[in-house]
């Protein structure tokens, strides 16, 4: 081998070497001169290494050692002894002796290790070993490389994290102890290219990089010498996570070797399932979280589903619908809102909740809503300067079923906040089961109404049709009554012009002579109930129509009457009404009847007239007031019943009658308060000219 040979073979080890021959050095390497603490030049040209390299008292061990291993003798490869560097320092140290016949006879290879050394990468190891486990109790990714980083500092190693991309890579954090890092950052401010310094990423061992200036040198396109500042050595191991390098971690220091690259590399590997495992975690606890979130939308979507559903009156429906939502976003305030019937796009009722209002430009909010068919959202709406409590965010939901929009609700916070997609479409969800069951509840209401209409037909029907066999049975027996008790009352009146009776004789004949009055009234009545009625209709001015009416029911009633008090009143907007005099006086003469009846000593009549007007029409709104015992609640359904009656001479037909021609005139009659003393109110219809003065 030549000399060249020689040096470029030393140079390619990793590890302090020389080649000897006859006590003079023919090559040694850079590990050596950086071991020695001398410049390499310098130990090449040194004369005599062993003097001047080997502790004089190790002297002769070490020289009888190397002639021994020259000429293969059965002795140690191995010896350990103190060395001398540069600057006279004494460095424990082992050597390996090898014969090396290539270059020359009695020729030596000579391994130098620092024992000082050995002691060293013993503790970086086991340093790496603290790190790894450190790391495995990090629970974020963050948490495990800046472990790591910190970890590898600490024991005197300058560690870049750098993160892997397609044929680049980039520095994350650079480690503290190369000044160089800086330049590289600033030379490629994002990616580096792989190919400025080949970076043994597919590697799962750690590389050993021995001369770290040459490779900054050649990634730089400089001189080695440029870079003599930087650490002498440097390591690099990748970190594969699920087998795809990710992260690469370097550290520079001086007195690497290849045991510590390969620990390094173990390091790697151990970070690499410590970030498997946090990400596999982290996805865990993602799906976990949504799952849970998906649990929880379910039942309460449940929850509103079984709640709505089991309601059929709109009111409170909305009032679960609202409170519902609300809770849901955790907002202040809500209000539903529901199209008017009568102006269907333009006008809401604000239905709930109790003495809820819309707020400026609230409506607004929950029409766009309303048109568009989706999630409005409004942050921070202006606020008029008066109100400052006005809601800061409104979120208006369309109540949406069968393709149908039915409201909207609008749900107001005081804080400016923004909901989350997912919670609009939460938000949405129950809108809709909402919308449902609105629905069910319309469907609902329309069928109850169309069935209390269909009743309410039916009755009519069955009245009509009993009036109307009434009516026949009534005029046969008036006709068939009729006659024979005009042969009673005028034979009574002969028997007393002829008989002129006396005492008992002249009592009976009274009693004849009322009872076939009686019966005569109650023919009377039974005509009057079922014949059919047609007002004729015509001003009718109220005052002397009461005034009659109450003369003539007191005429009727006899002495009783005249210890009632009578006072009428009759307002001026309400002096004239349309109707049928003789109907209506008809009508008034029973109420007054019924009045004297129920005060048979002594009371109070009132009559009153004033003005009303429901939906737009203007009506008398008349009360006949007693004060006598009133009508017991459980009566109150059947006064107006034919043939009800409580008295003893009572026919039960007074009321019926007062009915059917109130409400043959379009008005109405209902009791009013109950007692003390009955109260009738009586609505008819105001006379046009007379309502406008
Ligand atoms: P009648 O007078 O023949 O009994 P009505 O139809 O006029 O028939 O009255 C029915 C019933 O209503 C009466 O029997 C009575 O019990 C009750 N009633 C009517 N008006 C009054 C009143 N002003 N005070 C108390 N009860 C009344």
């Excluded at 490629?188 to 400025?196: R, V």
């Excluded at 210890?563 to 907007?573: G, H, I, K, P």
């Excluded at 009360?623 to 059947?638: A, E, L, R, W």
């Excluded at 037909?653 to 109130?662: F, N, P, Q, Y």
Aim: aromatic share 4%; net charge negative.
């Amino acid at each position: 081998m030549t000399a060249a040979e020689l040096q470029a073979f030393v140079d390619a080890l990793p590890v302090a070497a020389v080649i000897m021959h006859d006590r003079r050095i023919l090559a040694c390497n850079r590990h050596l001169a950086d071991l020695a603490a001398v410049p390499l030049d310098e130990l090449l040209a040194t004369e005599d290494p062993i003097e001047r390299f080997v502790a004089p008292e190790d002297q002769p061990v070490v020289l009888g050692r190397i002639a021994a291993r020259a000429r293969g003798d059965q002795v140690p490869a191995e010896l350990d002894y103190v060395g001398i560097g540069g600057n006279g320092e004494r460095i424990p140290s082992r050597a390996h002796v090898a014969p090396f016949p290539s270059a020359g006879e009695h020729a030596v290879l000579v391994v130098i290790t620092h024992e000082g050394l050995r002691a060293r990468s013993a503790s970086l190891i086991r340093g790496f070993i603290d790190v790894a486990v450190a790391a495995q109790r990090e629970s974020t990714q963050a948490g495990i490389l800046r472990v790591a980083r910190e970890g590898l500092e600490r024991l005197g190693l300058s560690a870049t994290l750098c993160e892997l991309g397609p044929g680049c890579f980039r520095v994350v954090e650079a480690g503290s102890g190369n000044p160089f890092i800086a330049q590289i950052q600033q030379r490629w401010p994002d990616w580096i290219p792989d190919s400025a310094f080949p970076m043994p990423r597919s590697s799962t061992e750690g590389t050993l990089i021995p001369d770290l200036p040459a490779v900054l040198a050649a990634g730089f396109g400089r001189a080695r010498d440029a870079f003599l500042g930087a650490p002498p050595a440097a390591m690099v191991t990748s970190i594969p996570i699920d087998g795809v390098p990710t992260f690469l971690i370097s550290c520079s220091g001086s007195d690497l070797d290849v045991t510590i690259a390969n620990a390094f590399g173990l390091l790697g590997k151990q970070l690499g399932a410590a970030l498997e495992t946090v990400r596999r975690l982290e996805e865990l606890d993602r799906r976990n979280s949504e799952l849970r979130a998906q649990a929880e939308e379910m039942t309460l979507l449940n929850d509103v589903a079984r709640r709505v559903a089991g309601s059929f009156e709109v009111g409170p429906l909305l009032e679960l619908g609202g409170e519902t939502l609300r809770r849901l976003l955790d907002a202040d305030r809500w209000v539903v809102l529901l199209p008017d019937p009568r102006e269907p796009a333009l006008r809401f009722h604000a239905r709930a909740p109790e003495g809820a209002s819309l707020g400026l430009g609230e409506e607004s909010v929950a029409m766009a809503a309303f048109r568009e068919r989706r999630v409005v959202q409004v942050l921070d709406p202006p606020t008029p300067a008066r109100s400052a409590a006005a809601p800061r965010t409104r979120l208006a939901v369309p109540l949406i079923a069968r393709d149908e929009v039915l409201g909207v609700a609008l749900i107001l916070d005081e804080h400016a906040r923004s909901f989350t997609r997912a919670e609009m479409d939460r938000a949405l969800s129950v809108a809709g089961q909402l919308a449902l069951a609105l629905l069910s509840a319309r469907l609902y209401e329309a069928l109850r109404s169309s069935y209390a209409e269909l009743a309410r037909a039916q009755n009519e029907l069955i009245d009509r049709e009993r009036l109307a066999a009434l009516g026949e049975l009534s005029a046969s027996i008036a006709h068939e009554v009729r006659n024979p008790l005009g042969v009673i009352f005028n034979s009574v009146g002969s028997l007393r012009r002829i008989v002129k009776p006396q005492g008992d004789a002249a009592l009976l004949l009274d009693i004849i002579g009322e009872e076939a009055d009686r019966l005569n009234r109650m023919v009377g009545d039974l005509l009057d109930y079922s014949r059919p009625v047609q007002p004729a209709l015509q001003p009718v001015p109220l005052r002397p129509l009461f005034e009659e009416a109450i003369e003539s029911a007191r005429q009727q009633t006899g002495d009783g009457a005249k210890r009632v008090a009578v006072t009428v009143r009759v307002a001026e907007d309400a002096a004239t009404v349309r109707a049928d005099a003789r109907l209506l006086r008809q009508a008034l003469v029973n109420l007054f009847l019924n009045a004297y009846q129920a005060m048979p000593r002594t009371g109070r009549l009132e009559v009153r007239a004033s003005r009303s007007t429901i939906d737009s029409r203007p009506f008398a709104e008349i009360v006949v007031q007693d004060s006598g015992p009133g009508i017991p609640p459980d009566m109150v359904d059947k006064i107006f019943k034919p043939f009800f009656t409580t008295k003893a001479t009572g026919t039960g037909l007074g009321l019926a009658v007062v009915r059917r021609i109130v409400e043959n005139h379009g008005g109405t009659i209902e009791l009013g308060r109950l007692r003390p003393g009955a109260e009738f109110r009586l609505r008819l219809p105001l006379e046009a000219q007379a309502s406008s003065s």
